[in-house]
């Protein structure tokens, strides 16, 4: 928070300066001027939140500084520091604008008082003003969600073309007779969300989008929409006449750029020809069979060379049904973990994978799921499927043995050797400075994701998340009062690599920066 003071006497801005404990109302900055002019300039450079003001200063005196801040819209409190002849002929005028004012010679208690009044009355119009802002900024966010999956349908399929469909396509930029469509599908997005951004698919997406906008806005309009989490359709509307090999150019600029600021990796299925909105939804199935062809391995050629011919039969994921129902019946999580992958082994040594076939192993293993669920616990397993779209092996090997794991939980079983969810909890006390995600606790304690996000909210009333982030955060405030650790030592200790996140979410949980904590708890 910033302060200007705005007199042309410096002993009255150094006995206004010297007077008050800048500290305790959480003041960072005090700014100077000598007169009203240069008290306007200061303020529309830095936006102080309390400006203390003379009203007999130079080049423009107070009176006039008043009524160039209203006409000019800040919401800057103001203290007038008047002297007695002033304050007797400026003091309606400084009521009627909502402005507290101080006789000179001032006291100290006067000062603060005034601030604290100042300060409590411009948080309650920023709190305000933040208030309309974040209604606007999530009536925008839900029209555009709206909008997406109003485009995502008719994409699909599942919604037929009208007239609202092309006023979407003018929305976004593109050109509705014009369009080149890719689709596009995240190979590690399990772990990228799971690690980078602590669960938060909805962050996740949102870099994504921002990254995406930013290769591309040089080179005309474009929208990413998402299907769902694992199918992407990328439209792009060329300046120029457009071409396969300039689509083409433009899909790697997009998956080079995630890949290098997030390691997100992708394999992407063009289509051929460019198209109108009406003939769209085409031209995404010639994409999708496009990239049903390519290899889901990242060979020497990358993931999304084109897949060779095969020799070697594709293992069925049905013949490990005995093995599984056996373990499945003793509830025996580490041996379901081993069947699954040893048969993703046997993919692998095959050299080579088409999404495509992994896919007919994925549907293999649904109809297994499904059947197993209905028999053990009487109701329909779609929240218990494999994603069709998964194409990386190893999030494949991880959703199939969390699907299996998950059918035990629903029993209330437990395999031997399987611990609880305290166990869980001491876990988190000892390693919250670790990039711990929910797919590292699933695998050590060999529970399911969803599982463990239950039962842990169930017994403490909190989310992993929130419950590591708390422990975070007590132990950074500990630090900042007791040591003389840098904000940046004191992130990278508690397991933030970025110092300004840190700060960002210390001051959400604290309501003040690390800096202005430290200054606080050590002055009290």
């Known amino acids: 928070m910033k302060v200007l003071i705005a007199d042309d006497e410096e002993h009255v801005r150094e006995g206004i300066e010297l007077s008050i404990d800048w500290a305790k109302f959480g003041v960072e900055q005090r700014l100077m001027a000598e007169n009203g002019a240069e008290a306007l300039q200061l303020l529309r450079e830095h936006k102080p939140a309390v400006l203390f003001c003379d009203m007999s200063m130079p080049e423009m005196n107070g009176m006039e500084l008043l009524q160039r801040i209203r006409e000019e819209g800040w919401d800057t409190q103001i203290i007038v520091v008047s002297g007695y002849d002033d304050f007797v002929y400026t003091k309606a005028a400084i009521r009627a604008q909502g402005v507290d004012y101080i006789l000179k010679p001032f006291r100290k208690a006067d000062l603060e008082q005034a601030l604290e009044r100042a300060i409590a009355a411009w948080s309650r119009k920023e709190n305000s003003l933040r208030d309309e802002r974040e209604t606007e900024h999530r009536l925008r966010q839900a ?58 698919g909805e962050l996740f997406w949102f870099a994504v989008n921002n990254i995406a ?32 090999d300039l689509h083409r150019s433009y899909i790697g600029k997009v998956t080079g750029a995630w890949e290098t600021t997030l390691g997100l990796q992708a394999l992407a299925g063009l289509c051929a020809k460019e198209a109108a909105v009406e003939s769209l939804p085409s031209a995404i199935q010639e994409a999708r069979a496009a990239l049903l062809q390519l290899s889901v391995f990242r060979a020497a050629g990358g993931a999304g060379a084109a897949h060779p011919a095969q020799s070697a039969k594709l293992p069925g994921f049905a013949a490990q049904e005995v093995l599984l129902l056996n373990a499945l019946k003793n509830k025996d999580k580490l041996y379901i973990a081993e069947i699954i992958r040893s048969f993703v ?97 699933s695998e050590l304690f ?17 989310t992993v998340m929130t419950y590591m982030t708390e422990l975070r955060m007590e132990k950074a405030a500990s630090l900042l009062t007791h040591t003389e650790l840098s904000v940046s030592e004191i992130a990278g200790m508690i397991g933030y690599a970025d110092e300004n996140y840190f700060s960002k979410v210390f001051k959400k949980q604290n309501g003040v ?4 904590y430290r200054k606080m708890h050590r002055g009290s």
């Open 213 to 244: 906008h930013e290769a591309l806005r040089r080179y005309g309009s474009h929208y990413l929409c998402r299907i769902d989490e694992y199918q992407w359709v990328l439209l792009t509307s060329a300046e120029q006449q457009g071409s396969p």
């Open 513 to 516: 920066p690390p800096l202005s």
């Open 446 to 462: 060999h529970f399911s994701p969803q599982y463990i996000a239950k039962k842990f909210k169930e017994l403490y009333n909190t």
């Open 345 to 441: 082994q046997s993919l692998q040594r095959r050299g080579s994978l088409s999404l495509k076939e992994l896919q007919l192993c994925t549907s293999e293993a649904n109809l297994m799921l499904e059947k197993e669920a209905r028999q053990l616990t009487q109701k329909h397993a779609t929240d218990l499927s494999v994603p069709l779209w998964i194409s990386d092996l190893g999030e494949w090997e991880k959703s199939v043995v969390r699907q299996w794991w998950a059918l035990i939980e629903e029993e209330g079983g437990e395999a031997s050797g399987t611990r609880g969810i305290q166990p869980i909890r001491d876990y988190i006390d000892k390693h919250y400075h670790d990039n711990i995600s929910l797919s590292d606790l």
């Open 143 to 200: 029209g555009a969600l709206l909008d997406e999956q109003k485009l995502a349908l008719y994409l699909k399929g599942e919604a037929a073309y009208h007239e609202g469909i092309r006023s979407l396509i003018y929305k976004t930029g593109l050109s509705a007779e014009r369009m080149s469509a890719a689709f596009l599908l995240p190979q590690n997005r399990m772990e990228l969300v799971d690690r980078r951004f602590s669960g938060d």
